[in-house]
């Protein structure tokens, strides 16, 4: 793609997001092709938003999720100042379509990691690493009908980004726990909606955070010393309206909650 070509598709995904609206794909002369011409819209549109990025989401690392937007592996997107949020915040959905809320386990960086051409082993990733969170992912997409367009237009459309809530860092010593093992639970207006464990995450949280660090890698990027990370869903994406409040539970690790108004 050249640079008109990316700057077309991104500025329409940017101003379909801006006014709320929907399409059903990016035109056909400025259509990514594969994953490395989504992220190089997906860059644009993060430029075009004018927010500085604190850091990154995986999409589609649970079999639920990868049913949900149509695709058969993780994708990553930014996570934009202006869409992050802390717990016990209060948010309105608008025009989401999607309108889920999400459980995922949540890394700040405490290191970079920057582009190379080896790849990255787990216990490199994790080294670098300096706390654990429980977070709310709301996501959305631009598109009419997301689980038919393809991983390439959803990377462009930032993977599906919309709102992230970062919990409390945890004070337990979750480097010496099982991350595939850890119960995680969702609530809606103090009702269990849903239970899952890290294994629902790529076979693991930290699997998942090894992924990102390669994928972005393969497209010469580095994940910055103090972004986060939010790995993907644990549970089965929970149907949202206004009016609820959402609580994600993750035993000796926390909870984060929102509430949707």
Wanted: one cysteine or more; hydrophobic letters at 40%; proline letters at 5%.
């Amino acid at each position: 793609m050249n640079r008109d070509q990316i700057t077309k598709s991104a500025t329409l995904l940017w101003e379909t997001w801006m006014q709320s609206g929907l399409i059903d794909a990016l035109p056909e002369d400025s259509r990514p092709a594969d994953r490395s011409q989504g992220y190089a819209i997906q860059a644009e549109v993060a430029r075009l938003s004018g927010q500085p990025r604190l850091g990154w989401k995986i999409a589609a690392t649970s079999t639920e999720g990868q049913k949900h937007i149509g695709v058969d592996g993780p994708l990553a997107g930014r996570l934009l100042a202006n869409r992050v949020m802390a717990s016990g915040s209060r948010l309105t959905l608008g025009q989401n379509l999607m309108q889920v809320a999400e459980a995922e386990f949540a890394f700040r960086m405490a290191k970079p990691l920057e582009p190379r051409e080896a790849a990255y082993e787990m216990e490199e990733v994790l080294a670098a690493v300096d706390t654990l969170h429980p977070a709310i992912e709301i996501p959305d997409s631009r598109y009419s009908d997301f689980a038919k367009v393809g991983a390439a237009q959803l990377i462009a459309d930032n993977a599906c980004a919309c709102w992230f809530i970062l919990g409390n860092e945890t004070s337990a010593n979750w480097r010496e726990q099982d991350l595939s093992r850890h119960p995680v639970t969702a609530w809606r207006n103090g009702n269990l909606a849903a239970k899952g464990t890290g294994a629902n995450v790529l076979g693991d949280p930290r699997i998942a955070l090894t992924w990102i660090a390669n994928e972005l890698s393969t497209q010469g990027i580095g994940l910055n010393a103090g972004e986060i990370v939010t790995t993907g869903t644990c549970v089965l994406p929970q149907a949202i309206a206004p009016g609820d409040t959402i609580r994600a539970d993750y035993g000796d690790f926390g909870s984060v909650t929102v509430e949707i108004v």
